[in-house]
């Protein structure tokens, strides 16, 4: 290291201008790093968002949750999976280890969750998001006007959204509470009724003209011309004005079958600040954005963006990081400010020279600019966590700058102007012991590369940072201090031969060393003592740790912020959640200490909860408006359970959790509730409250698989038609004010009763028209039987009147002969071809009643078995329309034959009737007048009735022909038939139920979690309390208890911070042998260690500060510093022992002269913490910054006394035992080399 001083000494410019351009790209470093409240960090978290609209909790956990559960679960390096499932969405979170690739599992998960969404229902959609710190808005404001918040949506989005989101930095603008509207068009089932109409029908048809129809394109000549047929509705009076149907009475517009009307959407959350009803405005960064800068731009363009809103438009700030970064890190600049001056105060009372100490203190700026230009180049941000690693460093980044100015000024102080050789002389003796000093306290810091968890990522900045610096310091302390020793430093003019060949043979003792050597002295006289003194302190300390309260990360934040929830009783709706929540209003609204608050009704799926931010007045005491507040908001009445938690709480909290799951929901809800019941008794533990879900009222249509199966409808079909008919089905969007606006369909209005549900007309299914055919058919079929028979009976009653009339004409035959003789021949004769004639008509007759049998004898077989439709066949349902046509054809064919034999029949017996009249009209003529006129009246009687029967006979025929055509007619109709729909009531059953009103699970169990906040800063002693609690309670079989939050986060942080402990002691130990050539020295320095926690823990047992993870990052710090001291010191023993010293003058001349620079650098450390420690400015880092400090205060100064005390006497003891060795190996004359051989 020696030759890096000399190349700095002979390239004197050439390191002047280095240092020079360190100064201007610090500067340009500091004013380029973007602020950030902490280090961006990405969580290996997924939260898949799952919307099933409309649907229950159950319904939602069931079908949408659980198979993406299981998804997700075969993600390699997936580690817990859990859901809450609420009306109508649900939120999965996918968790796996530090150190993935982030970017492949969320791959993994995507592509897990594309397989099983075909088993998923339709409407289901899901979105997956990562957690990063980014996602914390940067700002959240509140927008409030006298406008309605159906005008102000709209204009916030054009006017405001628009130019936030043009600021460079912002990311996004997220508006919530903004009231949007779509067009309903609600359909009147009574006129769909009566022009015989389905809602499906209606719906199809509208959303068929809701676009025009690209239809190609068109080329004239060069030009290619777009065909585009029809046009969009640009209004709601053209969506009314649409015709949707066409009747016997004409076309039927949209209007004249439904309300068509803009109705606003169901919100999902309601918007107020100060009591104004309001618009949430939430700006994110992108991820290289300065949150500072972002958020003075967004509230620098505000009071321009409320003018031009108009309509008195205010914007009020409910959240902004931008003066919690400010104040904290000009807290921790101010403190750090403070520490260097108290540091170079130090150094100016040590050294008692300017020169020296300006030459020092050079090395602080220079080396925090050299840090600065290192998080530049690393993307780091100048953050809570970088800013007090530099803060913390700026103590110890002038401790290698001490040592070596201190013993240039010791070497060369006989000098006038100390030479070239001398200062590299100076430099060589402690560079080996400052080098050594400086990597082991890099290298406690490259453990913290293996702590995994929020720990890791945010500690991890830290570490990069003081490594960077602690390393700027040992590159200024040997090259830029010496330069400015050899430009600068002064020395006492001394005689030639005045001084000593080695200057601290000839240092008289300072009033320092004086009150150090009898007590240096006495602890190498009697070891025993000291020994024993020390195992005492360790005892001690040990059994002091059970005192000790524990933390996690303490808490961070701007103390002014609070966020209260209020989660009210389940089933409420938002209209009834803001009524509720205006009682809290009014109570923030009177508190003195409150400026301001926001309040936001209903979060996804919960309409019942209602969470405030609220921002405090600069002159209220934060613990005590807060327990204020608490009190008061408790008396509120209707309040349901309020928490007051401080702003940090929505990223970062100290709540202890314990979570109860199992598989028997009511075994789970009993033990909760005992549970919580128990929790509610730890003393130090506030606002606990369960997740357990309340019972909520739930329409339940139970549907009868049997009955519905029956009708051909599957539960799927009936709820996503009782859906359509409840939310409307979208039909399509059109252009509203240059807005796109979603149309909707729908048949029932959303607030139905179960009596109006139950009353739904169900859709036509396809069995059910199918039925309605067959059945249809079955009647005509019945009816067509019916009528053969009756023409059948008729066909009988005639051949029965043939069979009389011709027994009447048989009668008058044999009574006509008798006076036949009289008769002339002609008259006989035409008589005769009368009969001829007669008997051919009747033989027409009998031949016509034969066919008319024959028709009816007709086989048209049975008809064809249903086939029910088949989409995925198409030829099936063709034969089947075939054959039951070619059926129906055969039928008709055998009513027509029969109809026309009939007529055949009919007309042969008019000819026969005919007959027997003009056989009648001879006979008369050929009787003889007496007996003529006797037997005429006799036949006239009879041939009346028989005449009568006939014509009776023929009207049924007639009547029974009609009824065959009206018979043909309807088989011809059958398929335009159409079923009658049924209601939902006919197949389920609607009635109201309790349900759940939340479902939650865990690795697929159900859970529940109980939360509570600790009340004080002991998060271990509440941890214990609330553990003796758990164990009072006893879990029926199948019920699992598991303690987590905050004490478990804390575990796993202490128990990877011990690890790298323990391998940061490894590798100190590896450099401290690499630096001595020996096992023995560096176990001396060790024992350091765990006498460095006796200061550390006692600092932290004074001020009452938990040991927390900062407080172990302290403690991993102090791995490397206290060695540093024990270094310096030990490796000017070896020097004084290589030169023939013996082992107690070594170490007595060692310690002696070590004494100001081992004091030096621990006071100049030690004062330079102090602000921090004390947290002189408030605030400021006092999460991280306060515990590190107590710590390393604390430990800096027990092991400066241990370093000046007990390592000494640990070194002559180490030497005795090496001596007496050497001398019994060597004999009586190796007592002078043993005398020479170093420790170990």
Known sequence: MSRLTRLSLVNRLVVALLSIAVVIFGVVAITTLKQELIPSTQAPQAFVTATYPGSSPQIVADEVAEPIEQAVKSVTGVTKVSSTSTTGSSNISVEWDYGQDDDKVVADINNAINSVKPTLPDEVTTNVQTGSSDDIPVLQLAVASDLPL???????????????????????????????????????????????????????????????????????????????????????????????????????????????????????????????????????????????????????????????????????????????????????????????????????????????????????????????????????????????????????????????????????????????DDIVAAVKEVAGAVTASTLTTVAVFLPVATVSGATGELFRPFAVTVAIALGAS???????????????????????????????????????????????????????????????????????????????????????????????????????????????????????????????????????????????????????????????????????????????????????????????????????????????????????????????????????????????????????????????????????????????????????????????????????????????????????????????????????????????????????????????????????????????????????????????????????????????????????LAALQQYQGKVAGKQSAIAQAEAGVKQAEAGVDQLDEQVKSTNEQLSDSAKQQAQSDEFSNEGDQLSNEGDTLQEEQKKLTDEQKDLAEDQKDIQDLKARPITVGDIADVKTEDAPSTVRREDGKQAVTITGSPSGTDLGAVNTALQAKVAEFSPPPGVEVVQGGATEDQAKAFSQLGLAMGLAIVLVFIIMVATFKSLVQPLILLVAIPFAATGALAGLLVTGTPLGVPAMIGLLMLIGIVVTNAIVLIDLINTYRERGDTPLQAIIDGARLRLRPIIMTAAATVFALLPMGLGITGQGGGFIGRPLAVVVIGGLVSSTLLTLLLVPVLYGLVARVAGKKARQQLGGGGAARAQEAPAG
């Open 150 to 420: 159906t005008k102000l949506g709209p204009l916030v989005e054009d006017r405001v959204v628009n130019k936030l989101e043009a600021v460079d930095g912002v990311r996004t603008v997220q508006v919530t509470g903004e009231d949007t509207t779509r067009v309903e068009v609600t359909l009147k089932q009574s006129q769909l009724d009566k022009y015989d109409l389905t809602a499906a029908g209606v719906t199809q048809t509208v959303q068929s003209q809701l676009s025009a129809i690209p239809a190609g394109t068109s080329y004239d000549g060069d030009s290619a011309l777009s065909v585009e047929v029809g046009s969009a509705p640009g209004s709601v009076d053209a969506v009314a004005a649409l015709p949707v149907a066409t009747t016997d009475d004409g076309a039927k517009r949209l209007d004249q079958l439904a309300t068509v009307k803009v109705s606003a959407i169901e919100r999902t959350s309601i918007s107020r600040a100060d009591g104004r009803p309001a618009l949430g405005l939430v700006v994110l960064k992108s991820s290289d954005a300065d949150s500072v800068a972002v958020s003075h731009a967004v509230n620098d363009l505000t009071p321009g963006l409320a003018r031009d809103l108009g309509n008195n438009a205010s914007f009020t700030t409910v959240f902004d990081q931008s003066p919690l970064i400010e104040e904290s890190l000009h807290d921790l600049a101010v403190e750090g400010a403070l520490g260097l001056g108290f540091a170079v105060l130090v150094i100016l009372v040590f050294l008692l020279s300017v020169r020296s100490t300006l030459i020092t203190a050079i090395s602080i700026p220079l080396s925090l600019l050299i840090a600065m230009v290192g998080l530049w180049a690393s993307d780091y941000s100048l953050n809570l966590f970088t800013l007090a690693a530099l803060t913390v460093a700026v103590g110890r980044v002038v401790d290698d700058s001490i040592v070596v100015i201190e013993n240039i000024k010791r070497r060369t102080s006989y000098a006038a102007r100390p030479s070239m």
């Open 474 to 880: 040992l590159f200024v302390a040997l090259t830029i201090v010496p330069l400015l020793a050899y430009w600068f430093m002064r020395g006492k003019k001394t005689a030639a031969g005045d001084h000593a060949a080695d200057p601290g043979e000839s240092e008289q003792v300072t009033r320092l060393q004086r009150g150090y050597l009898p007590a240096l002295l006495f602890s190498l006289k009697h070891p025993a003592i000291v020994l024993g003194i020390a195992v005492t302190v360790l005892v001690g300390t040990v059994a002091s740790t059970a005192l000790l309260k524990t933390d996690f990360l303490g808490s961070f934040g701007d103390d002014r912020a609070l966020l209260v929830t209020q989660t009210l009783p389940a089933g409420l709706r938002l209209d009834a959640s803001a009524k509720r929540a205006e009682a809290v209003e009014t109570a923030l609204a009177s508190n003195a200490d409150v400026k301001n608050y926001q309040a936001t009704v209903g979060q996804p799926g919960s309409p019942n909860v209602v969470q405030y931010y609220i921002t405090l007045t600069e002159t209220a005491d934060a613990d005590a408006a807060t327990a204020n507040l608490r009190s008061t908001l408790a008396e509120t009445r209707d309040g349901g359970d309020i928490v007051v938690q401080p702003g940090s709480a929505a990223y970062s909290n100290n709540d202890l959790t314990v979570t109860i799951s199992g598989d028997d929901e009511k075994a789970l809800r009993t033990s909760s509730e005992e549970l919580l019941t128990l929790v509610k008794q730890v003393p130090s533990l506030t606002d606990v409250t369960s997740n357990l879900a309340e019972q909520r009222p739930l329409l339940r249509v139970s549907i009868d698989r049997r009955k519905a199966a029956e009708l051909g409808f599957t539960q799927a079909e009936i709820g996503s038609a009782v859906s359509t008919a409840l939310q409307g089905a979208k039909a399509g969007t059109i252009t509203l004010n240059s807005d796109t606006t979603d149309v909707y369909v729908r048949t029932h209005r959303p607030d139905a009763s179960p009596k109006q549900i139950a009353a739904l007309q169900l859709p036509v299914s396809q069995l059910q028209q199918q039925q309605a055919v067959d059945k249809a058919t079955d009647a005509l079929d019945k009816r067509s039987d019916e009528l053969s028979d009756e023409g059948d009976a008729l066909s009988d009653r005639s051949d029965a009147l043939q069979d009389r009339q011709k027994d009447l004409a048989d009668r008058q035959k044999a009574a006509g002969e008798e006076q036949q003789d009289k008769a002339n021949a002609k008259a006989q004769d035409g008589k005769r071809d009368l009969l001829d004639s007669r008997d051919d008509a009747r033989s027409s007759v009998s031949k016509a009643k034969k066919a008319l049998k024959q028709a009816k004898a007709i086989d048209v077989g049975e008809p064809p078995a249903y086939v029910p439709p088949d989409p995925t066949n198409p030829a099936i349902s063709a034969a089947y």
